[in-house]
Structure formats: structure tokens, C-alpha cells
């Protein structure tokens, strides 16, 4: 049956195409952003952050690009996997709110053989 | 070394009734967290703990929700009166506890509420 709540954005990928997940943070002091994964039924799964004094950061096949101008987040994703599918999350945090993180509201990707 | 573990994993009780959840946050981690998630939400911060710190209770969303925490070790999240709005995933984070340090999540507990 249909799963009751907010329907997330979905994204769609063929395997071995890249995948660009978006996100717009919200408190223009956010200084502190991090990418998480969460596959059905785990807890978030930390990829990738970055700070604020940054643009661009890459680990393992994944990119996260900061534009701090439009409070955008991105996180790229190179030769997506059948294991990438996932819900990711963006967070953002400020050093003066504490070390709460605020979350987006996530994205679903499904990555197509 | 272990990440951060719930329990319990699953919790399914009765309007009116308390409830109790369990964490057990990542050895030598001060920070630890409380967040909730609805479905097909994003995560809602609940209350933060950081070494001998007051709480951080800012998210709490009313009195029926209460936390503790021994030391820096065990945390417990008390729901009382529960309703049927609780039902949700209760996800517990720890870090490390310097400034926006990465915080570390457990599987969580899905409390369902009839």
C-alpha cells in the first residue's frame, strides 16, 4: 500500500551515469555541512562534510560543492552503484546554535540497472 | 570499535502509556543526541547532552518528552502519555563533542503508538 507522509524528491539514475543531489540550507550563518545517507530502515550514514571556508570537497567518488551566495549545497556522486540507492540528507549547523544539526527534508535515489 | 547502539529496535505500545528508549553512544564520544523522524521527513533535533553542560533541550516538543544521561555514557529518551503522534523513529547520535565534530548515528527505535 502507499506509505502515508511527504512524498521525498526522487531521483533517478542509470548505474555508472553521476548523480547530482541538490539542497538549499536555510540560516545563512551555517558555517558547518554535512551529506548523509540513509538506507530503509538504518540510521543516517555520514559520506562527506564541509565548512564554510570551502567550495569544494572530494572523497571516495563523492563531491560536495558549497555556494554560499544562494546557500546551495551539492553532493555528487561518480559512477553510481546499485548500493548508492539511498535517502541523503543534507545538514547544516552554526557554531553559535550549538552543535544541533538542522536537516533537509531528503532526497530518494534509485539508481537503475 | 562499536558505533552508536538503540534499544530497543522496535517499540509498539498504547496511547496513554510511557515509553522508554535506550542509548548507548560511542565509547569516549561526550556529545551525544536526540532526534526524531517521521515518516518520509527529514530529522528533528530533540535535545543534545555535552559533557557536565546543562542539556541543550531547545527541541523537546513538549513537557511529555524528557532525557537523561549518565556520565558520559547511557542515555535514555522517556515519552510519557504517549499519543499517537510520537509514532515515529527515534534516532541517537554521538561526536565527539568538540564544535561541529561529525556526529555518528544508531539504527534508532520505531515506536509506533495505538
Known amino acids: 500500500g502507499e506509505s502515508v507522509g511527504l512524498h521525498l524528491p526522487t531521483l533517478s539514475v542509470q548505474e555508472g551515469d553521476n548523480s547530482i543531489i541538490n539542497c538549499a540550507y536555510s540560516?545563512?550563518?551555517?558555517?558547518?555541512f554535512i551529506w548523509y545517507k540513509q538506507e530503509s530502515g538504518k540510521g543516517p550514514q555520514f559520506i562527506i562534510d564541509i565548512r564554510s571556508n570551502m567550495d569544494k570537497r572530494q572523497g571516495q567518488r563523492v563531491t560536495v560543492l558549497l555556494n554560499k551566495t544562494v546557500k546551495h549545497l551539492s553532493l555528487q556522486i561518480a559512477a553510481t552503484q546499485p548500493g548508492d540507492s539511498a535517502v541523503y540528507f543534507c545538514a547544516e549547523n552554526w557554531a553559535g546554535g550549538g552543535n544541533k544539526l538542522t536537516f533537509g527534508t531528503g532526497t530518494q535515489l534509485k539508481v537503475e540497472l | 570499535g562499536a558505533g552508536v547502539s538503540q534499544s530497543p529496535s522496535n517499540k509498539v505500545t498504547e496511547k496513554g502509556k510511557d515509553v522508554e528508549l535506550r542509548c548507548d553512544p560511542i565509547?569516549?564520544?561526550?556529545?551525544l543526541y536526540w532526534y526524531r523522524q517521521r515518516l518520509g521527513q527529514g530529522l528533528e533535533f530533540l535535545i543534545y547532552?555535552?559533557?557536565?553542560?546543562?542539556?541543550?533541550k531547545s527541541g523537546l516538543p513538549s513537557d511529555r518528552f524528557s532525557a537523561e544521561r549518565t556520565g558520559e555514557s547511557v542515555s535514555t529518551l522517556t515519552i510519557q502519555r504517549t499519543q499517537q503522534e510520537d509514532s515515529a523513529v527515534y534516532l541517537c547520535?554521538?561526536?565527539?563533542?568538540?564544535?561541529?565534530?561529525?556526529?555518528?548515528f544508531g539504527p534508532g527505535t520505531r515506536l509506533l503508538v495505538l
Open positions: 540560516n545563512s550563518a551555517s558555517d558547518y
Open positions: 565509547s569516549g564520544h561526550t556529545a
Open positions: 547520535a554521538s561526536s565527539l563533542g568538540l564544535a561541529e565534530e561529525t556526529q555518528y
Open positions: 547532552f555535552q559533557g557536565n553542560s546543562a542539556p541543550d
